[in-house]
């Protein structure tokens, strides 16, 4: 299976600041997606990363807040913007290369907003 | 639509004792169905999965979930818990019919506890 690397793996910012998290993929894949998740509790999708054209937000998620870059087939960057205490939290990467197989994920990015 | 439901917050197993975790969905066509693991500040590690076929499918570390159509389950187990199998468990499901989503939904998480 693939693998995907993520980074930061952590990061403490200050609130009003901006952090770009990478996810490098080792194959190329069919679909990227960017979840956050609360310690100990389920996943909450934030957009489809589209490669080539603007990401596909979920409820509550707006490109001006989460900007997601995705050039090609095997790269996505998720920018949190103007973060604030609420954005503490931990992000992660995924993809699926075929609606038959399993999704696979990142290692996570854990961000703490001060 | 599709919708994922992991009624127990936490299961609690002595080392040794058979483990069952427990998951229920709904789609409105034919389901794809996944177990992942999330061990402490990891991402989700995939464990098994279910597509089409025999209805009991078995995974890494020893797990094996069987799909029961009829009561549209499809719960985790293994005969034997481990300490090291201690995480965080997760249920997900992707409708596979005409227009389903590569999206998988995912359930709430069940924390797995096993006791020496």
């Known amino acids: 299976s693939a693998v995907i690397s993520q980074k930061p793996s952590r990061d403490i910012c200050q609130r009003g600041t901006s952090l770009t998290i990478q996810c490098q993929v080792d194959s190329q894949v069919t679909m990227m997606f960017w979840y956050r998740q609360q310690p100990g509790q389920s996943l909450t999708l934030i957009a489809t990363a589209n490669q080539g054209s603007e990401a596909t937000y979920e409820s509550g998620f707006v490109i001006d807040k989460f900007p997601i870059s995705r050039p090609n087939l095997t790269f996505s960057t998720l920018t949190v913007s103007n973060m604030s205490p609420e954005d503490s939290s931990i992000y992660l990467c995924s993809a699926v290369d075929r609606v038959d197989t399993e999704a696979f994920f990142g290692q996570g990015t854990r961000l703490t907003v001060v | 639509a599709q919708s994922v439901a992991q009624p127990e917050d936490q299961v609690n197993v002595a080392e040794g004792n058979p483990l069952t975790v427990k998951c229920t969905y709904s789609?409105?066509?034919?389901?794809?169905l996944f177990w992942y693991v999330q061990y402490p500040n990891r991402g989700l590690q995939f464990l098994l999965k279910y597509i089409t076929g025999d209805n009991l499918v078995k995974g890494s570390y020893g797990f094996e979930a069987e799909f029961n159509k009829s009561q549209t389950s499809f719960h985790l187990k293994k005969p034997s818990a481990l300490v090291s199998d201690s995480a965080l468990y997760f249920c997900a499901v992707r409708d596979i019919t005409a227009g389903g989503s590569y999206i998988p939904t995912f359930g709430r998480g069940t924390s797995l506890i096993v006791h020496p």
């Open positions: 789609v409105s066509g034919n389901p794809y």
